[in-house]
């Protein structure tokens, strides 16, 4: 459809629709919702405080857990993909990006939501599968090495623009380099805990 729009004003409209979709797909606040279902408390109250994947893997249950990775990195995947196919490469982005503004900034928890990482990864994946794989790679490894979830996590929001340059998509680099900071950003409490060496690690169980 946007081939035949001319000019960004007319087609401004369509990705602010893109963009309010997805961010209503992005604040459904799927951390919160997995861990009342496995009765496992209300997560805002556990370790971070945080409604990601990785507080819930703080309650012990990795089940749960996986849940919520896989849920978090959906609502970003799917409404990328839904606008990428109705209304072509701008509108997915923009949809990916009000996801990603969802689940950080959910108007349901008052705008207190996640990190974003899983729902980054999402969005990568509708993007470019290649630069995803590269990824989740890059932040397993990381992960592995450091045993800090939010380090692999980090390094990869980092790699992402530098990914999709070897690939050659530049076209979704500004968008990547805006959610890279994004995630630093949300991230800044655990920057600092992991300077002062107080980062949990990864299968740390908080009381």
């Not at 992402?160 to 990547?176: K, M, Q």
Request: net charge positive.
């Amino acid at each position: 459809m946007f081939h035949h729009i001319m000019g960004f004003e007319r087609a401004l409209p369509w990705l602010l629709i893109a963009l309010a979709v997805g961010y209503l797909a992005g604040s459904i606040p799927f951390g919160v919702l997995v861990a009342r279902i496995f009765k496992l408390g209300d997560l805002r109250k556990i370790g971070s405080g945080s409604i990601g994947a990785t507080n819930v893997l703080r309650t012990g249950n990795k089940l749960a857990a996986f849940t919520t990775m896989l849920l978090d990195a959906l609502k970003g995947t799917l409404p990328v993909l839904f606008f990428l196919g109705l209304w072509g490469d701008l509108a997915g982005q923009a949809a990916g990006l009000g996801a990603f503004l969802g689940h950080c900034f959910p108007v349901w928890l008052r705008f207190n939501g996640g990190k974003g990482v899983a729902t980054w990864l999402g969005i990568m994946l509708a993007i470019h599968p290649l630069t995803w794989a590269a990824l989740c790679l890059t932040w397993l490894a990381t992960a592995a090495f450091t045993r800090i979830s939010s380090a692999g996590g980090l390094v990869a929001a980092a790699s992402g623009p530098l990914w999709l340059i070897l690939f050659g998509r530049w076209e979704a680099v500004l968008l990547a380099i805006i959610l890279g900071a994004l995630v630093w950003i949300r991230h800044h409490a655990n920057i600092w805990r992991i300077l002062r060496g107080k980062e949990p690690k990864i299968g740390k169980k908080s009381p």
